[in-house]
């Protein structure tokens, strides 16, 4: 990375020209639209849909130690019991007393209301996963919580997928599915939204052996922007001092991008130890266990997570392939270089129109007329 680097674009200009070219929607418009919820339109829809099949063909389709799965949204509430998230998947939550709007307290640089300058409350812990009720009836006993994440899916059925595929360790589990966060404070675009699609991997190895997987899963994942056309000095690795680790991690490495509003996280590679497995056989008083046949023991495998927003790589590939240049009149006009493989459209066909002079030979030269290209981007 270079010390030089800058954002390819603001915010704002992107944000205008994904509407006007079919990329983004405010969702609802005709409505006055919703908070932080944005629509994907034709062009958008398509580039999304090839960010996902690049990422999966390549952790999955282009790997003999990757599986996928596709697990349920709305699974038992003791899931999220077990794996924590009931109890402590907060923020801490101040309110203004004069306009009422709420903000995440850390992100409060002074003690008063960022939007009309009043008295905050006291913080006060917010639990971010969305809940919901099962069946007709609205009580304890029917509710269930939408997912906040994706690893969850992916521990609960590690039993299923070793004994059906009988892998060996190391593998790993991926999974492309909806996140729901309650965030207090999202913004920046699609940067941070409440309904977002995560891509993650789960990859279970033998314990003593995380610490290698971890730096091979962190220069891999880099290396899958870069393939695909990420400028190396917009991307940096950011490796977390232990005091701000999470209980359950060894070791926490982000990868992020230089945004318009600065360097943040576009993906996040964690050493999540054996935690998530020991934890759901407490909880649920089942095996999690590998049986190692060179030493004759059930262990419990350690796990490297790879977690990347999948509408966040879509947000990073238009900005990174946002270039304006100069037509042949020298106007100024806006191409997104974005690579072949997550172009929405590979080839066109448009009618073109031409003043043509001596027009003639039956339809060998017309004026209106149909052009097939295609556009062949190399190194």
Same mark, same amino acid.
């Given at each position: 990375?270079?010390?030089?680097?800058?954002?390819?674009?603001?915010?704002?200009?992107?944000?205008?020209?994904?509407?006007?070219?079919?990329?983004?929607?405010?969702?609802?418009?005709?409505?006055?639209?919703?908070?932080?919820?944005?629509?994907?339109?034709? @062009?958008?829809?398509?580039?999304?849909?090839?960010?996902?099949?690049?990422?999966?063909?390549? /952790?999955?389709?282009?790997?003999?130690?990757?599986?996928?799965?596709?697990?349920?949204?709305?699974?038992?509430?003791?899931?999220?019991?077990?794996?924590?998230?009931?109890?402590?998947?907060?923020?801490?939550?101040?309110?203004?007393?004069?306009?009422?709007?709420? *903000?995440?307290?850390?992100? =409060?640089?002074?003690?008063?209301?960022?939007?009309?300058?009043?008295?905050?409350?006291?913080?006060?812990?917010?639990?971010?996963?969305? !809940?919901? &009720?099962?069946?007709?009836?609205?009580? +304890?006993?029917?509710?269930?919580?939408?997912?906040? +994440?994706?690893?969850?899916?992916?521990?609960?059925? &590690?039993?299923?997928?070793?004994?059906?595929?009988?892998?060996? @360790?190391?593998?790993?589990?991926?999974?492309?599915?909806? %996140?729901?966060?309650?965030?207090?404070?999202?913004?920046?675009?699609?940067?941070?939204?409440?309904?977002?699609?995560?891509?993650?991997?789960?990859?279970?190895?033998?314990?003593?052996?995380?610490?290698?997987?971890?730096?091979?899963?962190?220069?891999?994942?880099?290396?899958?922007?870069?393939?695909?056309?990420?400028?190396?000095?917009? @991307?940096?690795?950011?490796?977390?001092?232990?005091?701000?680790?999470?209980?359950? %991690?060894?070791?926490?490495?982000?990868?992020?991008?230089?945004?318009?509003?600065?360097? %943040?996280?576009?993906?996040?590679?964690?050493?999540?130890?054996?935690?998530?497995?020991?934890?759901?056989?407490?909880?649920?008083?089942?095996?999690?266990?590998?049986?190692?046949?060179?030493?004759?023991?059930? /262990?419990?495998?350690?796990? =490297?997570?790879?977690?990347?927003?999948?509408?966040?790589?879509?947000?990073?590939?238009?900005?990174?392939?946002?270039?304006?240049?100069?037509?042949?009149?020298?106007?100024?006009? =806006?191409?997104?270089?974005?690579?072949?493989?997550?172009?929405?459209? !590979?080839?066109?066909?448009?009618?073109?129109?031409?003043? +043509?002079?001596?027009?003639?030979? *039956?339809?060998?030269?017309?004026?209106? &007329?149909?052009?097939? +290209?295609?556009? *062949?981007?190399?190194?």
């Amino acid at each position: 990375m270079t010390q030089d680097a800058t954002p390819p674009v603001d915010m704002e200009t992107l944000v205008s020209l994904c509407k006007r070219r079919g990329f983004i929607f405010p969702s609802a418009e005709i409505y006055g639209g919703f908070a932080n919820a944005w629509d994907y339109g034709p @062009l958008g829809a398509e580039l999304k849909r090839n960010v996902r099949n690049a990422w999966w063909k390549a /952790v999955v389709q282009e790997r003999e130690d990757v599986v996928g799965i596709e697990a349920a949204l709305i699974t038992n509430p003791q899931v999220w019991v077990a794996s924590g998230h009931v109890g402590h998947f907060t923020d801490p939550l101040v309110e203004c007393k004069q306009c009422n709007q709420r *903000f995440r307290a850390d992100l =409060v640089e002074v003690p008063i209301c960022p939007e009309c300058g009043g008295e905050l409350s006291e913080p006060r812990m917010f639990n971010l996963m969305f !809940k919901t &009720f099962v069946g007709p009836v609205e009580d +304890e006993a029917s509710v269930a919580y939408l997912p906040p +994440e994706t690893a969850q899916g992916m521990f609960v059925n &590690f039993d299923n997928v070793l004994t059906t595929t009988r892998r060996k @360790l190391p593998f790993g589990m991926a999974q492309i599915r909806k %996140s729901f966060r309650n965030e207090i404070t999202p913004g920046n675009f699609i940067f941070r939204t409440r309904e977002f699609e995560q891509m993650e991997i789960e990859f279970f190895v033998k314990p003593g052996e995380d610490l290698k997987w971890y730096d091979y899963w962190r220069n891999e994942r880099l290396r899958w922007y870069t393939d695909l056309g990420v400028s190396r000095e917009r @991307l940096r690795l950011y490796e977390y001092p232990k005091e701000e680790l999470a209980h359950y %991690s060894a070791g926490t490495t982000d990868i992020q991008y230089l945004f318009p509003m600065g360097w %943040s996280e576009l993906e996040g590679v964690a050493d999540r130890t054996d935690y998530d497995l020991k934890r759901h056989m407490e909880h649920s008083g089942k095996s999690l266990t590998y049986f190692d046949e060179e030493s004759s023991e059930h /262990v419990v495998p350690f796990v =490297v997570e790879p977690a990347a927003g999948l509408d966040r790589c879509a947000l990073v590939f238009l900005l990174d392939a946002y270039h304006e240049e100069k037509d042949d009149k020298g106007e100024t006009r =806006v191409v997104l270089r974005l690579h072949p493989r997550l172009a929405p459209v !590979k080839v066109a066909v448009l009618p073109l129109s031409r003043n +043509e002079i001596t027009p003639g030979n *039956f339809i060998f030269r017309t004026r209106e &007329f149909e052009q097939m +290209e295609i556009e *062949f981007f190399v190194k």
